[in-house]
């Protein structure tokens, strides 16, 4: 099998295996207990937090584990909204992920104004009209660093000085980028960060929610107090060692890894885009995640494409897997601009940290074939 889907999810690593094995049959304990074997597991949550804050430059105590990107990109929307009821606007793009835009829709529905802010044909933010587009009563401006299906990268450092400026909050999404791209939040002026472990190696089901002044913070998950009373629940001790382990070996990783990933990721799109007549690539060149290509072909649907190349063992994807039972054609595209039909002629190609050259020249050849026989099959 060739993977080629790791916008999705990634293998997790076989350190991060090893790292969450004991606490599963051995250290078992509750962290929250009294008892030297609940203790134990407490110091393993505890150095997993110093983990997570060393791979984003921040401090442990403004790490706050959940259970993925989804619920931290609620916690982060839900505390802006409520720590300031006084505020009822928020301001977001047409291409953020579905955890975020429905959140938004939930709030819309409660009385809050949303402002969407458009992007140009190759996915770029428009800075001028977001600025524009802010109010005295604005809560929270939220937006993705990289986008999960072009990779495209928004401008979070010009965002983070606009908001900073008029005392918004700045919840920025890098689920798609920490882990693979440096992440140094502490030395950007943004408030609230999520991400999940799941996009850099790490298990499934765990993330975390970095908070800039946790002093600050208001729960969005009641309970018994757990994180501090930040949110309630018994931790996920196997998921959150197995984030930290993840996030120190990115930490690790040595620069050629992405200038390797990269390079295969240009190779691919050039020999694709020579080879295969009325095809394109979706979303401007840089500055993009290196791992990601979302390439379209006039005349096909996606679907088939995928399904040919499923056949021949090789994974990718057509978008988000979020809305991947969705018949509609990828919102990030139409909002780009792009016909119906040229958006459902899409697949998105993410490369990862195993992938070879050998496989990429495979993928090629094998994706040539595929368009020229379903464009034969399909007037």
Known sequence: MIYLDNNATTQVAPEVVAAMLPFWAEAYGNPSSPHKFGHRVRQAVEMAREQTAALLGAGAEQIHFTSGGTESINTALHFATQSQPDRKHLVTTAVEHPATLKYCAYLQQRGHQISIIPVDREGRLDLDQLTASLRPDTAVVSLLHANNETGVLFP????????????????????????????????????????????????????????????????????????????????????????????????????????????????????????????????????????????????????????????????????????????????????????????????????????????????????????????????
């Open 156 to 379: 979070v450092e010009a965002v983070g000085e606009i908001c900073a400026k008029r005392g918004i909050l700045m919840h920025l999404d890098a689920v798609q980028t920490v882990g693979k791209l440096p992440s140094p939040v502490a030395s950007w002026p943004v408030d609230l960060v999520s991400l999940s472990a799941h996009k850099f190696h790490g298990p499934k089901g765990i993330g975390a929610l970095y908070v800039c002044k946790p002093g600050r913070f208001s729960p969005f998950v009641h309970g018994g107090g757990q994180e501090k009373g930040r949110r309630g629940g018994t931790e996920n001790v196997t998921g959150i060692v197995g984030l930290g382990r993840a996030a120190a070996l990115a930490v690790s990783r040595e620069p050629e890894v992405e200038r390797r990933i990269r390079q295969l990721r240009d190779d691919l799109e050039r020999a694709v885009l020579s080879d295969i007549p009325d095809s394109w690539r979706n979303g401007g060149s840089e500055p993009r995640l290196p791992n990601t290509a979302n390439l379209g072909f006039a005349g096909l649907e996606a679907e088939a494409l995928v399904l040919w190349l499923d056949r021949e063992e090789i994974c990718v994807s057509t978008g988000s897997a979020c809305t991947s039972g969705s018949l509609a054609p990828s919102h990030v595209l139409t909002a780009m601009g792009q016909t119906p039909q040229q958006a459902q002629g899409a697949i998105r190609i993410s490369l990862g940290l195993h992938t070879t050259r050998a496989e990429v020249e495979f993928v090629c050849e094998k994706l040539a074939l595929a368009v020229g026989e379903l464009r034969r099959l399909v007037p």
